[in-house]
């Protein structure tokens, strides 16, 4: 495939950073690629794996003549990270992002941007519950889903050419209005997220139930929690705080239909409960038939 940016610059080289540019070496998407983490000792990782062609010592260095910009830093500092690369964006470039909140990352990122720069934002549905450079791999948005947020006037040659360009990672893609992809995500990612933490906080705080028999007895359900909440801790932080009212509306919900199924054990509401899961199931089979996920016993685990 021939490249769809000439020069692409990564801001910030954790798990998606990293996996972006082991993709665009696969599948040939850009000429040069440089890249640059706010901590040396990233940035020395970065060097000493091969990551990028070029790493810089500062942003303003890497996004000098960049077609497109991406923006892999917690949702909490690009605006920010925005203010000190704005003046440096080349006319004509794009400006995209990889976080899962849109409408706050707007507000914050587009004050600091030129007319001249089209500010794109997106949002790879991909991850793993690792990060930092050496985590990446180029097969992570394979047959996964890239929901590209634009704000209303957005240049849509720019639009097509991004989404042409995170296809040629392996992704299907959508476009999504910025309000509408925070609630979706407040129920397929910010609440599971929130849930799974509190989870595994809840073994933590009862003592009745010893560390070592967590560990020890583990079941899949418990288990698939301390993968979630594994998950990068300034991420999450940043998330919750910057989508706080549809992850609230959604909690909301989440505590009403919980309080429904207490009262159902409570009153020994059998033909309730089988009717619940029965129609929950229904969701996790539409999941895998769409090829989101795999029906391999174990999820596929090797182990």
């Not at 705080?241 to 509306?249: P, R």
Request: hydrophobic share 40%; with cysteine; glycine share 8%.
């Amino acid at each position: 495939m021939s490249p769809i940016y000439d020069r692409v610059a990564l801001i910030g080289l954790g798990l998606i950073a990293s996996s972006m540019f082991w993709g665009m070496k696969r599948d040939g998407l850009a000429g040069h690629v440089t890249g640059y983490a706010r901590s040396s000792e990233t940035r020395d990782t970065a060097r000493r794996i091969g990551l990028c062609d070029t790493i810089c010592d500062t942003a303003a260095e890497a996004v000098k003549d960049a077609d497109l910009v991406v923006l892999a830093v917690p949702v909490g500092v690009m605006g920010q990270v925005a203010k000190e690369i704005g003046p440096h964006l080349k006319p004509g470039a794009t400006l995209t992002d990889v976080g899962s909140v849109k409408r706050q990352v707007i507000e914050d990122v587009s004050p600091h941007i030129s007319e001249t720069v089209h500010f794109v934002p997106a949002h790879p549905l991909a991850g793993t519950e690792h990060s930092g450079p050496e985590s990446g791999f180029a097969s992570l948005f394979d047959k996964r889903w890239c929901l590209l947020v634009p704000p209303e006037g957005t240049d849509s040659a720019a639009i097509d050419r991004l989404g042409q360009f995170w296809e040629g990672l392996g992704s299907f893609t959508d476009v999504m209005e910025p309000d509408h992809h925070d609630l979706v995500l407040a129920v397929t990612s910010h609440c599971p997220h929130l849930i799974a933490y509190t989870m595994v906080g809840v073994a933590d705080d009862l003592r009745r139930v010893t560390d070592s028999e967590v560990i020890k007895y583990s079941a899949a359900g418990f288990r698939d929690f301390t993968r979630i909440a594994a998950s990068d801790p300034t991420m999450w932080r940043d998330v919750f705080l910057t989508n706080k009212d549809a992850t609230l509306e959604i909690l909301g919900r989440f505590t009403e239909e919980l309080f429904a199924l207490q009262r159902a054990i409570r009153q020994g509401d059998g033909a309730f409960l089988h009717e619940y899961f029965t129609r929950t199931r229904a969701i996790r089979r539409g999941i895998i038939e769409a090829g989101q996920d795999t029906a391999a016993p174990d999820f596929g685990r090797s182990r």
